[in-house]
């Protein structure tokens, strides 16, 4: 028999955790995880079912040789385990997957922290919460030296039993959701080998089923000089595509971390997660022109962005439908006043040099009733009309001009005018919102001051071409691969699964069945004492 029993162990554990030990335990996880997030889950592809039904399936794949000797190296440099680089690698991949910078995994430790435990039949197994704040800014490495500090100070406070550890943090719960962490990450580091004895050989073989306790659990083996992972998943919530993805994911983000530990996790080159000022300049090829030139004939029809088509879609289905003409809260007006001496001439020459600037104000859009594209028009110049209302005040007829519709496809999508009376001068800039939105507004009426007052100077305003185009940004759209779009999908579907209630404010009146977006507005100033 042997020495010990496992009857002897749980009497041990039972003696080893008294009331100051308990707590010393409790203490440490209520710091570790109180304010962790709800979830750290991956967004899933099908709504998350009420309850869990547990069923399985596995993805299996290898880790390079190289690349896997590479992340040892890593770790015997940094006095850290293969698994502690495993968990801040997947920390950072969830962090780029769910856009959250703070990540709770699960695990699961051996618990068998003395020799004579070792040949012991018996349940040991731990679980733990790990818990990691990803600073995009810092580097991998710097994050490498976190997990390990975490990680060290979960295992000095193993033993408590988990359900003592939900019980006391209490995380916030969802229907059909594990509590605290979704995805669990393993490193078996006693695999399973060939057992061959006289005249007889025993094999390990894989389950024909799989159950999923948690959305994805991530298995890691030591094998044939590299590391083998097996992606465990929620058959409910995910397709098999999906984790194939997810698992060439990891694959090149430990392989680019092997390479360049001192990399910043912002600078990692995971699909679809640059952000795009940063990224735009540099997916453009240098030979491509930034404007339109002579090589690039005003008259070319160029594929509108996903925002465009969305735009354009929703005006061509209501125009004639919904409403008699084009839906005029597609209307972007901008309204700047001048001072009256400043002649019409000056504020038309200055308004020509901002819309040369830009081409997407001097882009029309095109259908011929199988494709929409989008071209430049050929005279990019506008003429500014002129109304003179003598006493009148000219603002509501500026706010009326404003709320006249365009036409796609046969209209300038930018008009402006001057209105003069009772002493004021109003320009009114309206724009469809196809070809701009109200952040671009600011950037006109910035200019286009610019331009008033250098022309009022004497001075020519500035006329070169803006150095990136709204058509720049279409292109580089349209050259993203598939997992740039397939990333911010999961996200959206992970956000939206569930059933959402509309917010709705008491109303004084039924709703028409045709929203005809007429308003009034109500202004109010807030006591300075409550500002």
Same mark, same amino acid.
């Given at each position: 028999?042997?020495?010990?029993?496992?009857?002897?162990?749980?009497?041990?554990?039972?003696?080893?955790?008294?009331?100051?030990?308990?707590?010393?335990?409790?203490?440490?996880?209520?710091?570790?995880?109180?304010?962790?997030?709800?979830?750290?889950?991956?967004?899933?592809?099908?709504?998350?079912?009420?309850?869990?039904?547990?069923?399985?399936?596995?993805?299996?794949?290898?880790?390079?040789?190289?690349?896997?000797?590479?992340?040892?190296?890593?770790?015997?440099?940094?006095?850290?385990?293969?698994?502690?680089?495993?968990?801040?690698?997947?920390?950072?991949?969830?962090?780029?997957?769910?856009?959250?910078?703070?990540?709770?995994?699960?695990?699961?430790?051996?618990?068998?922290?003395?020799?004579?435990?070792?040949?012991?039949?018996?349940?040991?197994?731990?679980?733990?919460?790990?818990?990691?704040?990803?600073?995009?800014?810092?580097?991998?490495?710097?994050?490498?030296?976190?997990?390990?500090?975490?990680?060290?100070?979960?295992?000095?406070?193993?033993?408590?039993?988990?359900?003592?550890?939900?019980?006391?943090?209490?995380?916030?719960?969802?229907?059909?959701?594990?509590?605290?962490?979704?995805?669990?990450? /393993?490193?078996?580091?006693?695999?399973?080998?060939? $057992?061959? #004895?006289?005249?007889?050989?025993?094999? %390990? @073989? !894989? +389950?024909? &089923?799989?159950?999923?306790?948690?959305?994805?659990?991530?298995?890691?083996?030591?094998?044939?000089?590299?590391?083998?992972?097996?992606?465990?998943?929620?058959?409910?919530?995910?397709?098999?595509?999906?984790?194939?993805?997810?698992?060439?994911?990891?694959?090149?983000?430990?392989?680019?971390?092997?390479?360049?530990?001192?990399?910043? /996790?912002?600078?990692?080159?995971?699909?679809?997660? $640059?952000? #795009?000022?940063?990224?735009?300049?540099? %997916? @453009? !090829? +240098?030979? &491509?022109?930034?404007?339109?030139?002579?090589?690039?004939?005003?008259?070319?029809?160029?594929?509108?962005?996903?925002?465009?088509?969305?735009?354009?879609?929703?005006?061509?289905?209501?125009?004639?439908?919904?409403?008699?003409?084009?839906?005029?809260?597609?209307?972007?007006?901008?309204?700047?006043?001048?001072?009256?001496?400043?002649?019409?001439?000056?504020?038309?020459?200055?308004?020509?040099?901002?819309?040369?600037?830009?081409?997407?104000?001097?882009?029309?859009?095109?259908?011929?009733?199988?494709?929409?594209?989008?071209?430049?028009?050929?005279?990019?110049?506008?003429?500014?009309?002129?109304?003179?209302?003598?006493?009148?005040?000219?603002?509501?007829?500026?706010?009326?001009?404003?709320?006249?519709?365009?036409?796609?496809?046969?209209?300038?999508?930018?008009?402006?005018?001057?209105?003069?009376?009772?002493?004021?001068?109003?320009?009114?800039?309206?724009?469809?919102?196809?070809?701009?939105?109200?952040?671009?507004?600011?950037?006109?009426?910035?200019?286009?001051?610019?331009?008033?007052?250098?022309?009022?100077?004497?001075?020519?305003?500035?006329?070169?071409?803006?150095?990136?185009?709204?058509?720049?940004?279409?292109?580089?759209?349209?050259?993203?691969?598939?997992?740039?779009?397939?990333?911010?999908?999961?996200?959206?579907?992970?956000?939206?699964?569930?059933?959402?209630?509309?917010?709705?404010?008491?109303?004084?009146?039924?709703?028409?069945?045709?929203?005809?977006?007429?308003?009034?507005?109500?202004?109010?100033?807030?006591?300075?004492?409550?500002?």
């Amino acid at each position: 028999a042997l020495p010990l029993q496992y009857a002897d162990y749980a009497l041990a554990q039972r003696e080893s955790m008294d009331a100051d030990n308990e707590r010393r335990h409790l203490d440490y996880w209520r710091s570790h995880l109180t304010g962790a997030p709800a979830t750290s889950a991956l967004p899933i592809d099908k709504p998350r079912p009420a309850e869990q039904n547990f069923k399985g399936a596995m993805f299996e794949t290898a880790l390079p040789a190289a690349a896997s000797a590479a992340l040892a190296e890593l770790a015997r440099r940094e006095h850290a385990t293969p698994f502690m680089v495993l968990t801040a690698a997947l920390s950072v991949l969830l962090s780029r997957y769910n856009a959250q910078s703070d990540i709770c995994l699960g695990t699961v430790v051996a618990n068998r922290d003395r020799a004579e435990l070792e040949p012991m039949i018996g349940l040991f197994l731990d679980t733990l919460a790990i818990r990691t704040r990803i600073d995009p800014q810092q580097r991998f490495e710097q994050l490498l030296r976190q997990v390990r500090a975490t990680l060290l100070g979960a295992y000095a406070h193993q033993g408590l039993p988990f359900e003592r550890v939900l019980d006391a943090v209490k995380p916030a719960r969802k229907a059909g959701m594990p509590p605290l962490f979704q995805v669990m990450l /393993l490193m078996q580091n006693m695999p399973m080998e060939r $057992l061959e #004895l006289s005249g007889l050989a025993m094999q %390990a @073989l !894989p +389950a024909p &089923e799989h159950t999923a306790k948690f959305d994805l659990t991530v298995y890691v083996t030591e094998r044939d000089g590299g590391l083998h992972l097996a992606y465990e998943y929620a058959q409910a919530l995910f397709h098999a595509d999906t984790i194939e993805r997810l698992a060439a994911h990891f694959n090149a983000l430990l392989s680019e971390l092997a390479a360049a530990p001192q990399t910043r /996790l912002d600078e990692l080159a995971l699909p679809g997660t $640059l952000a #795009l000022p940063a990224a735009l300049p540099a %997916a @453009l !090829p +240098a030979s &491509e022109p930034q404007a339109a030139s002579p090589a690039e004939p005003e008259s070319e029809r160029r594929a509108l962005s996903y925002h465009q088509n969305r735009m354009w879609f929703i005006d061509a289905f209501e125009t004639g439908k919904v409403y008699a003409h084009s839906p005029v809260y597609h209307n972007l007006p901008l309204l700047l006043e001048f001072d009256p001496g400043l002649s019409a001439r000056t504020i038309e020459t200055a308004l020509n040099a901002v819309i040369a600037r830009h081409e997407a104000l001097r882009t029309a859009i095109r259908s011929d009733g199988t494709a929409v594209w989008s071209q430049l028009e050929r005279d990019s110049a506008i003429a500014l009309d002129c109304i003179d209302l003598r006493e009148q005040d000219p603002l509501e007829a500026a706010l009326a001009e404003a709320a006249q519709p365009f036409a796609l496809g046969r209209d300038r999508l930018v008009r402006a005018a001057l209105w003069r009376g009772a002493g004021r001068a109003l320009l009114c800039v309206v724009v469809h919102h196809i070809v701009a939105d109200r952040a671009s507004l600011q950037t006109l009426a910035q200019e286009l001051v610019e331009a008033c007052a250098a022309l009022a100077a004497g001075a020519t305003p500035a006329s070169a071409p803006a150095p990136l185009q709204y058509g720049d940004f279409a292109r580089w759209q349209a050259a993203q691969p598939a997992e740039f779009v397939d990333t911010g999908l999961r996200y959206w579907k992970q956000q939206l699964h569930d059933r959402l209630q509309a917010l709705e404010l008491p109303l004084n009146r039924p709703s028409p069945a045709v929203h005809t977006y007429t308003e009034a507005r109500h202004a109010f100033d807030i006591d300075g004492e409550l500002g």
